[in-house]
């Protein structure tokens, strides 16, 4: 995405989300934190997967 274009409200609403499980911190994007976010996006996951992990993300609270 260059400086000079326009996020979409779908990205505007990403943005939002990625602040929200964050909870006012601001983690680096790291390969363990994108694999994690991967995993608790992806469909069909069985629900003792979706547990919090150390130094991770996680959606639930």
């Known amino acids: 995405m260059h400086e000079d274009e326009e996020m979409t409200p779908n990205e505007r609403a990403w943005l939002h989300f ?13 390969l363990r934190r994108v694999q ?13 997967a979706r547990r919090q992990t150390k130094g991770g993300l996680s959606c639930h609270r």
């Open 18 to 30: 990625l602040r929200d499980i964050a909870d006012g911190r601001d983690p680096a994007p790291t």
């Open 36 to 48: 994690l976010l991967r995993r608790l996006c992806a469909p069909n996951r069985p629900a003792h």
